[in-house]
């Protein structure tokens, strides 16, 4: 069964760097655009950023700059290297990706999602 697992969440202070990753496993036999969401406490799950099969990226404003996407194709795996890090950024980090199996079809997954907190 075709599962996300993330990994790389955790505590760190303002101005300071994590990266999470993401990989897929499972009989896959193709990944579309790659996504990292996230979610603070009481508030709704907002778009970080997006990267296409061939590498195209896209990026919610708040992080342009401080965070770079991207994507091992071979591994089935997706990375947040997240730089520059505010307060702002503390929240639950979730990847995203529609996966094609030959006995579903595409079918939309989530990570179990990653806690990320900046705090001084």
């Known amino acids: 069964q075709v599962q996300l697992v993330e990994s790389g969440g955790g505590l760190v202070q303002p101005g300071g760097s994590l990266r999470l990753s993401c990989a897929a496993s499972g009989v896959i036999f193709s990944i579309n655009t790659m996504g990292w969401y996230r979610q603070a406490p009481g508030k709704q799950r907002e778009l970080v950023a997006t990267?296409?099969?061939?590498?195209?990226?896209n990026y919610a404003d708040s992080v342009k700059g401080r965070f770079t996407i991207s994507r091992d194709n071979a591994k089935n795996t997706v990375y947040l290297q997240m730089n520059s890090l505010k307060p702002e950024d503390t929240a639950v980090y979730y990847c995203n990706a529609p996966i094609f199996t030959t006995t579903r079809g595409y079918s939309n997954y989530w990570g179990q999602g990653t806690q990320v907190t900046v705090s001084s």
């Open positions: 990267i296409t099969s061939v590498g195209r990226t």
